[in-house]
């Protein structure tokens, strides 16, 4: 009987043991879990507040608050924030031709190629707005000339289609590829001829727009410029040497297109 209950007394004291260590492990974990807890809590915290931040920098870009930026920039706030609407603060600067703002973001190191999540860039935002003299500043930045939408589109495709003449002049005098397609195999020349901007298209063609060049369809910028009724550019499309016999993929050529259409100028 002694014995049974010396072996009952080291089992019970052999249990308790185990069981203290076990509450003490137990106590450990759950005072490491709540460290873990509050830290991710601070960091939360600290995000949160970082992004407001951002978010005044990039609304201060976008409304021309020069005094903002230079406070917001003093107390730390990231440059390149990028917010759900406008990108960064550089891009939304450059849309809406705030230059003293652009100087001062690049003067503190923003990205001057820093892509949006559809992928434009500051340049493509001016060079879209017209404002000559940022697509001048970027440019003077080594921004990245023919970078490329998730589209396609660049800079310069950008500014012809909305007819920036001055735009388009600064970044083909600064080496912009005239003949780059984009992902429809459209050219500036065929975008600027189908939204009927002669003077972008005139001033295509004097850098070597090649004027026959054919998209994916196999349409030309003359077949589009008569699509579309703009008979000012089909004459001068007419006069740099376009074919007009020129056949898209469906075998159809400009005259066909424009007799479709009831271009009867055109035709």
């Given amino acids: 009987m002694n014995d049974h209950s010396g072996s009952m007394k080291l089992v019970h004291h052999s249990f308790c043991s185990q069981s203290r260590f076990l509450m003490k492990q137990k106590k450990s974990m759950l005072l490491s879990f709540a460290w873990v807890i ?39 706030v990231d440059v390149d924030y990028k917010d759900r609407v406008s990108g960064t603060a550089l891009m939304a600067a450059s849309q809406t031709g705030h230059e ?16 949006s999540k559809k992928g434009a860039t500051a340049l493509m935002k001016a060079s879209q707005n017209g404002h000559e003299a940022i697509v001048r500043v970027l440019l003077a930045r080594d921004a990245k000339i023919d970078y490329q939408h998730k589209s396609g589109f660049t800079a310069l495709m950008i500014a012809s289609q909305n007819g920036h003449e001055a735009s388009v002049q600064v ?17 500036a020349l065929m975008i600027s001829s189908q939204d009927g901007h002669e003077a972008v298209v005139q001033a295509l063609l004097s850098k070597g727009a090649k004027i026959d060049q054919q998209n994916k369809q196999g349409a030309t910028a003359l077949m589009i410029a008569s699509q579309d009724g703009h008979e000012a550019i ?10 007009i016999d020129q056949q898209s993929k469906q075998g159809v050529t400009a005259l066909m297109i424009a007799s479709q259409e009831g271009r009867e100028t055109i035709v």
């Fill in 234 to 243: 089909v004459q001068t499309l007419l006069a740099k040497g376009a074919n």
């Fill in 171 to 187: 970044l083909l005098d600064n080496g912009a590829k005239v003949d780059l397609e984009d992902n429809q195999g459209d050219t």
């Fill in 38 to 76: 509050l830290v991710l809590g601070l960091m939360i915290f600290t995000d949160s507040s970082n992004a407001g931040d951002g978010d005044d920098l990039v609304e201060a870009a976008y409304t021309g608050n020069l005094t903002k930026i230079r406070a917001l920039l003093k107390e730390g």
């Fill in 100 to 115: 003293a703002i652009v100087q001062t973001l690049l003067a503190n190191d923003a990205k001057v190629d820093q892509p």
